[in-house]
């Protein structure tokens, strides 16, 4: 299927959704599909880093802030200076770009970390991050900042409906670039570094340069992610955005569903996120990491390779279980096949 082909599906497929949730009037559908579909930004922004090219990366936490932050510090400079507030988009675009900038400086610091040593390396990220964003009094600090939003916003209405719908452009825009990376050289790249890297490197692969590609492409994703956040709390501290909810389930999302494909990161997104906010109104938001945790575990040890892995060994196996039955009572005499 062609790029354009698959995105105007999407599109439809968005643009039925968010009618079915403005038809069931019902707002709480849009706060929690808005906490759901941001996870899928975020397991599809991780995935490309750490699925296509195999690198673990700990500091998704640290790009959502990022994102989140540059948000804040936009708007107190508009407020302060009676200046006409920026549009969400523009946010996520300048939340896009910051995150990607500091994604390629992380990517060029740690080219030659490799494995546990990356992995450490984004979670020192993360920390450094977090240890400036609490010391830094201009976008609020450790007390936090407040963030006031419109109520309304014609003709979608209530503000909440108007993040959602951008919060689902942002993640068919996410899976169409995941995509579109899958099924083209830049993609085949990515899975010659991640099944191995110094094979590729003596094959004339640039590693260097599709990693640094890699960490801008993830990061700024996940910095687009986090723009409209302070918009949707009301209310931002830093234990907020640098929590270990993102950190966690923007792993783990992936992993359950499938690293290998843009599909994994989309089911494990809709189905830990769906989960999640079960509940968090039935029962407890604290019991949310416990839930990935669990389904971790699970997962592991029945399908290592995600429900998308889980299924296509199944789809494998099957045909040539049935054709080899055919063959064998085919071969049978008097039997008929």
Excluded at 208 to 229: D, H, V, Y
Aim: include cysteine; charge should be neutral; aromatic fraction near 12%.
């Amino acid at each position: 299927m062609r790029t354009p082909v698959f995105l105007l599906i999407w599109l439809v497929v968005s643009a039925a959704v968010f009618a079915a949730s403005v038809w069931l009037g019902n707002d709480y559908i849009f706060f929690a599909g808005y906490v759901v579909l941001q996870y899928v930004v975020l397991g599809t922004a991780w995935n490309i880093l750490g699925g296509y090219c195999g690198y673990v990366n700990f500091g998704s936490a640290a790009f959502f802030a990022l994102g989140a932050y540059s948000t804040v510090a936009i708007y107190k400079l508009t407020t302060e200076n009676d200046l006409y507030g920026m549009p969400i988009p523009v946010l996520m675009l300048i939340g896009g770009i910051v995150s990607g900038v500091v994604g390629f400086g992380m990517g060029y610091l740690t080219l030659r970390l490799r494995g546990a040593f990356f992995a450490i390396a984004t979670l020192a990220l993360a920390v450094v991050l977090q240890t400036l964003v609490v010391n830094w009094d201009y976008v609020g600090g450790s007390r936090g900042a407040y963030i006031i939003r419109p109520e309304q916003i014609e003709p979608i209405g209530n503000y909440i409906r108007y993040l959602f719908l951008i919060m689902m452009l942002l993640a068919v825009a996410a899976i169409t670039t995941a995509r579109l990376i899958e099924h083209s050289r830049l993609g085949y790249g990515f899975a010659s570094i991640r099944d191995d890297e110094l094979a590729a490197e003596a094959s004339g692969v640039p590693t260097l340069r599709l990693k640094l590609i890699a960490t801008t492409i993830s990061g700024a994703l996940m910095g687009m992610a986090g723009a409209p956040f302070p918009y949707y709390i009301g209310y931002l501290q830093p234990s907020s955005t640098f929590g270990l909810d993102y950190a966690v389930n923007s792993i783990a999302m992936p992993l359950i569903g499938g690293t290998t494909s843009w599909v994994g990161p989309l089911i494990g997104a809709l189905l830990l996120g769906s989960l999640q906010q079960i509940a968090t109104v039935t029962i407890s938001s604290a019991v949310n990491l416990l839930i990935v945790g669990f389904l971790l575990v699970i997962f592991v040890i029945i399908a290592p390779n995600g429900i998308v892995g889980l299924i296509h060994t199944f789809l494998q196996r099957k045909p040539e279980e049935f054709v080899g039955r055919r063959r064998v009572e085919a071969e049978m005499p008097g039997q008929m096949p």
